[in-house]
């Protein structure tokens, strides 16, 4: 009886990634409503769900040492189990336009545990992606994170921000973006090799979600 459930236990823990779940708070909640209502590029008044977090984490690998920067972090939805479950070498580099968000985030990272991975927050646009690893002394990143709300965004800034997330990702980097709709899966397809969506059904509303990448893995198996 016992053996079995051991069992159970370490497929359920292989399987998935991300598995222990970080709830918003509700101030949290608040303050995203609050700011939401104050700022049109927050563009939800949720943050997204814990469930739809780990979904869409799945495609990052936690067990070695990244640069991942999330565009867009608001409350932290993402940002806070990131830094539960990447592996502890790893540095996440926040890029937060809302400067209400970015203040908070910023005071949370200040005195962050040591054996976690290290959270820069910078207060600006996800378009200066490659300057800002550069301020902060990294080349590539490994992985772009996206919330930011592309369809609110006008076509040439939208075309800048995805053209610079391309220089700014190592050959086998991956940008994953998660929006309301896949509007901006065309331009994707036009600047990355591989391009794949999918949507995720436990958020309200649902959310599409695509993973760019630079190489297209299936050429070279
Ligand atoms: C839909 S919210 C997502 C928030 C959070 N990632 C989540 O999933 O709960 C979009 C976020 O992108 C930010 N944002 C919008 N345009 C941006 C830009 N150009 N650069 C950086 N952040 C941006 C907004 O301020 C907001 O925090």
């Known amino acids: 009886m016992c053996e079995v459930k051991l069992v159970a236990f ?4 292989k399987r998935e990634s991300f598995a222990e779940p970080v709830e918003p708070t509700t101030m949290e909640h608040l303050s995203f409503f609050l700011e939401a209502m104050r700022d049109r590029k927050v563009a939800s008044v949720v943050p997204t769900a814990p469930a739809s977090v780990r979904r869409i984490c799945r495609r990052i690998d936690k067990d070695r040492p990244v640069t991942l920067v999330e565009y867009g972090p608001g409350t932290g939805a993402f940002t806070r189990p990131l830094l539960k479950h990447l592996h502890p070498e790893s540095t ?3 890029v937060e336009l809302n400067t209400s968000f970015a203040a908070k985030l910023r005071r949370f990272s200040w005195n962050r545990p040591a054996d976690e991975p290290k959270l820069i927050v910078q207060r600006d646009d996800a378009g200066n992606v490659q300057d800002i690893l550069r301020e902060h002394g990294f080349d590539k990143a ?3 994170l996206s919330g930011i709300p592309f369809s609110l965004i006008e076509k040439d800034t939208r075309t800048r921000i995805i053209d610079q997330t391309y220089r700014a990702l190592t050959p086998n980097g ?16 036009e600047r990355f090799e591989a391009v794949r969506s999918r949507r995720v059904l436990l958020n309200i509303p649902p959310l599409c979600v695509m993973e760019a990448r630079k190489t297209d893995l299936k050429r070279h198996v």
């Open 92 to 94: 996440v580099i926040a």
């Open 10 to 13: 370490s497929v359920t823990t």
């Open 174 to 189: 991956c940008f994953l973006v998660y929006q309301f709709s896949f509007h901006v899966r065309k331009l994707l397809k």
């Open 142 to 144: 490994d992985y772009v």
